[in-house]
């Protein structure tokens, strides 16, 4: 750590200010979003065409479906068709 | 190095999932990044709660400050860093090492975002990276300062982030800790003191075990 004064000290904890709310608790919420999540990818790999329709427009597939809008599920989605 | 010592230290932690921001509370955590990462690999979700707390300012200015993502973009790259640490917790080599592991995922991330938006007019990835290593390195220093804020007294903590990191008023924090505005200048200016003392108490230790 360099030595710094007050002012340095004061711009530094300006340099991280808190994440929005929603974006922490929806990270944090990921582990709960399993059963969603497990579920989608259930019916992704015995269903081709739903598969396609998330790869090509994951947002519109889900919405399509009638599942609500989670930025943790999409995330973790994008992960796991990424990955494949 | 900050979260890299094997010293423990406290840092703040969200209480429990679900809460509102008007109940977060700063609490003491013990857990040093290495114990955090091991507890969440065994699922314990209070550790994840908190190592998304712990690293989410961190990730959220990479994307933001760093890169300069929009806020849409920057909220994709945000919850895919975390869904992917989720998800490859198990591949980190050195759970020391998770800070590190979380800026380099980020700032692959941001550069994929960056690249895609620039696909009409192709970019060359210095230009897309021009100036975030310094950014940064900033921000890494940054972080450093707010685990030595997170192991301040807690009604330093408290009035230093939200004076300077939340940019409340006096107004607002005055009434927040029930403190009058005349006396709320002055506990910053001692907090600051007492902190840039903490830093440089640590600096001191660090030089003298060779680090």
Known sequence: MTAFGEERLASLIRALPPAPEGWVRAAQELPFARPQLDEIVARAEADAAFRQQLIADLEAALAAEGYERDPAV??????????? | MP???????????????????????????????RELVSRCRAG??????????????????????????????????????????????????????VRPWLAQLTRRLCIDRLRAASRERPVADEELVSGSEE???????????????AASPEHCREILDRFFARDESYKTIGKALDLPAGTIASRISRCLRRLRELLEGRSQTDRASGE
């Open chain 2, 3 to 33: 979260g890299a010592g094997a010293v423990p230290v406290t840092r703040p932690v969200r209480l429990s999932q679900g809460q509102h921001q008007s109940q977060f509370v700063l609490m003491a955590s013990t857990l040093s990044d």
């Open chain 2, 135 to 149: 950014t940064v390195a900033l921000l890494d220093e940054a972080l450093a300062v707010h685990e030595a804020l």
């Open chain 2, 44 to 97: 314990d979700q209070q550790a994840w709660n908190e190592l998304v707390e712990r690293f989410s300012r961190y990730v959220y200015a990479i994307a933001v400050q760093a890169f300069r993502l929009p806020a849409a973009d920057a909220e994709d790259v945000f919850q895919e860093v975390f869904a992917r640490a989720y998800q490859h917790l198990d591949k980190l080599r050195d759970d020391s090492a």
């Open chain 1, 74 to 84: 999409l995330a973790a989605l994008r992960v796991r068709f990424e990955a494949k």
